[in-house]
Structures are given as structure tokens and as C-alpha cells.
């Protein structure tokens, strides 16, 4: 079974981490028996899963939902929750009983974005005992601030916050960091930086490991693709096929057939 300390180990022997979403669970028993390391119930449910313009009008009932059934598919991954906007931000207090609440249904860590406006929530949670992934870059969370979702770290002044933050994050005790649309000599210096493991998406080949949004790497959502995703499959056009067919079938009446049917 993946644990935090396997993912710490993992940048040490320099083996690439590999990381996926999921929320529902037969995907995340797909993912899982694949292999892969971490299975990140991600807020950008929101997005892929239920068709909202970004991520924040997720709630907590709805991310404690998606993780309780991933959990129970997830033999071997390392789960972690993705706390939804509003969770954490106001207070140490509402950030600790929320990541408290996704260790209940099984996650075995949180993950939260951004770095010093939410240190001291970052910190408490870990001296509690509770695993957290930070996450820098573009954060979608921060959508507004940044007027849409736009490569972060290109200016000098970016650039020194985000690897002032990632330090941060590594002094508070986060496990790993994910870097999310960064140039990718930024990517690589961070990565040198630290020693925690930086999970990159759309930051580059230099992280320790990658992350990518299931629904996107196969096909399953196409409202809008980043560059950084590459398609590894063509599922929706599978299933579209699939119910084409099932369509076409029942109005010829060729389906139900005998194989089909009880004599
Ligand atoms: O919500 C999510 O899926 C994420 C990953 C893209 C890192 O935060």
C-alpha cells in the first residue's frame, strides 16, 4: 500500500510518481489496479464531472461524497481529498475539522492550494497528523485573482514567491507539492529546491511525478483542453458509439435478441 513516507522515498530513489484523479468508483478501481501512486479526489469534480465553469461552487458534502466512494475502491493508491474552496481559508479551526471529516471517509491526506496567505493551516493540520499535499502555480481556486487560467511564475517577482512558497510548504512538513502551469526551468529549479516530491501538471518533464485530470487524459470531458493534456484515449466517442448502436438496435427491434432473452 502507498503511504506518505513511500511518496517521500520515492523522490530519494528517484522513481517518478505517478498520479491521477477520480471520483467515482469504478474509475478509481481502474486507476488503482493500473498502479497508480496517488488518487486525488479532485475539486475539479466541479468541472468534469458536474459541468460548472471552474471549481469553486463544489461543497464539502459533495467532495466528502466523491472521496467515501473512492476510498472504498482504492486498494492501493495513496487517496488524498482535495479540500473545496471555502474550507479552509477562513479559519485553522473550519481547516481542521474539514480535513478531519475527509480522513473520516477514508482519505489518507488532504490537499490544499496556495502557500503563506494559508501556512498556519497548512502547519496545524500537520501537527496534528493530518498528510497534506500543498499545491502552487495556477490554482484554480484563485481563478478570479488571476483573470483566467493563465501560466503563473513567468515574471521575477512571481517567480521568487512561488519558490519563497514552495520552501514554505517543505518547512511546514507538506508531503509533496503539486506545480500546476509553471514555465518548466521554474518547475525544475523548484524541484532541485526541495525535498519534497513536486507532482507537475503543465510544468514540465522535471517534476518528480505528474498528475493529470482522468476525464481529460481519456476522452471524457472536451468543453476545453490544455495544452499540457495529452489524450491517451477516446472514451466518450467509445461510449457514444456504444449508445449509437443500442439506439439503432432497439428502434430495428434487433435488440433484445434470443441470447437476451429468457425462454
Ligand atoms: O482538482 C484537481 O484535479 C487538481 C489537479 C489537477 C492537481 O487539483
Redesign the pocket.
Known sequence: MVTVKTIASMKQKQERIVCL?AYDYPMACIVDKAGIDII?V????ANVFAGEKN?LPITMEEMLYHTRIVSRAVKNGLVIA?MPFLSYQTSIRDAVYNAGRFLKVGAAGV?L?GGTPILAMIERLIALGIPVMG?LGLT?QSIHKFGGYKLQGRSEDSKSRLLADAKLLEEAGCFAV?L?KIPVSLAKEITASVSIPT?G?GAGPFCDGQ???LHDMIGLFDDFSPKFVKRYAQVGEAIRQAVEQYRDEVRKGVYPDKAHSFD
Open positions: 484523479t486525488l479532485g475539486d475539479s469534480a471549481t482535495d490537499k492550494e499545491h484554480p503539486v500546476e507532482i501538471i498528475i493529470l485530470v
